[in-house]
């Protein structure tokens, strides 16, 4: 790497998730990150001692552009191309390309950022922004219902307990064969006043549930230990093959290298149940067909790129069933609180499953078409 000097401090550059190079006016390749020798696949004293133009489907564009800018005609310019990669026969890479001047003369700075992985760094963003929007909605809505609530069940008791005074002194007198409607016709009785007032309590309580459920990311603080992602997996199995003895089979495919990493084990947990039990909801039909199929997969990351930061090593869990796929017209709100694919769904598992993997500096995407629904949680290892 003889040509690094003439860039002194390029090792931030590294840490950089789109691809950057350093090239002469004639596209010779002087300096590359090392995000571009991982999406060539080529090693960066192999781009150094070529140029960048042999890199891409089209060079016109680039040749010309680089003679522009080290001539000072343009500062900065932007244009998409497509990347060749290795091995041969690979696919071609669509990149978005901005060319820029540099202080040092005759050095031109080249970066490129992949179409998708932009694409899909701006859906992150608008996401997390609209996670985190819809966390405090939700938090402070939650927090507003509950005190009414509970002042609606207090009444409730209160309410029974007066009306079943006068009921067990009317059943002392009358004994049991003794009318319980004492106000004339339509009146309602004692006795269905008390069934009314059970139900008030036992609805005020399911919505105190729920609240507690949309409350609790908020509630409870992290316990932050050592945790062994597939101890977290073995855990969910079990619950979920215990949940569904017949009908379904949870298969496993473990990278067993993964390290350990900090965070919270039970948090984790219920994110992956969650995410299990959503698909479970899906495949209700494959199940009671016997053919339904979950599988837990784990694979370790490199130079990954979410939330808007690079890590060099991330755990990826997948999550995967053969179920008729996520409705179309929820997909792109499946994380938002209260949005459900099922009749009687609540719409929390995937919003809380969302916080608690978000608690972890990670994320969680989604691929789904009809017979293959995959959850991916992406989440930072120690490098």
């Known amino acids: 790497m003889g040509a690094e000097p003439l860039l002194p401090g390029f090792e931030p550059f590294d840490q950089l998730a789109s691809m950057v190079a350093v090239v002469a006016p004639d596209g010779r390749c002087l300096l590359a990150n090392s995000a571009l020798e991982n999406v060539l696949g080529v090693s960066r004293r192999a781009l150094q001692r070529g140029s960048l133009l042999d890199w891409m489907a089209d060079p016109a564009q680039l040749r010309e552009t680089l003679w522009l800018v080290a001539r000072n005609q343009v500062a900065t310019s932007r244009f998409d191309a497509h990347l060749t990669r290795m091995p ?95 106000g004339g016709p339509g009146a309602l009785s004692p006795r269905e006043l ?33 945790v062994n992602i597939h101890e977290v997996c073995e855990r969910v ?37 969650n995410i299990a039990h959503n698909a479970t909801h899906a495949l209700a039909e494959r199940i009671a067909a016997g053919d339904a199929l979950l599988a837990l997969r784990t694979r370790v990351a490199r130079q990954a790129t979410f939330s808007r930061q690079r890590y060099r090593l991330a755990l990826e869990l997948h999550i995967e069933d053969n179920g008729p796929g996520v409705p179309e017209d929820i997909r792109d709100r499946i ?23 978000q608690q972890h500096q990670g994320t969680i995407e989604c691929d789904s078409v009809p017979g293959r629904t995959v959850f991916k949680i992406l989440i930072p290892l120690p490098s």
């Open 88 to 182: 041969s026969g690979s696919p071609e890479l669509p990149v978005h390309v901005i060319v820029s001047q540099t202080e040092w003369p005759d050095r031109v700075l080249v970066e490129m950022i992949e179409i998708e992985q932009q694409t899909r760094l701006e859906r992150e963003e608008r996401t997390h922004g609209l996670a985190q929007a819809n966390k405090e909605l939700v938090r402070n809505l939650a927090h507003e219902i509950k005190n009414p609530l509970g002042g609606i069940r207090g009444a409730a008791q209160l309410l029974a307990m007066e009306v079943g005074r006068p009921l067990a002194r009317a059943d002392d007198e009358r004994g049991p064969r003794g009318s319980e409607s004492e």
């Open 194 to 226: 008390i069934e009314y007032t059970r139900i008030i309590i036992q609805e005020a309580d399911r919505l105190q549930a729920l609240v507690d459920r949309l409350l609790a990311p908020h509630r409870r603080p992290q316990v932050v230990a050592d």
């Open 335 to 357: 994380f938002h609180p209260l949005i459900s694919g099922r009749e009687g769904g609540s719409g929390l598992g995937l919003t809380l499953a969302q916080t608690f993997v």
């Open 237 to 273: 199995r079990a619950l979920i093959l215990a949940e569904f003895p017949r009908g379904l089979q949870v298969a496993r495919d473990y990278d067993t290298s993964i390290p350990e990493f900090r965070g919270d084990r039970e948090q984790l947990i219920q994110a992956v149940l």
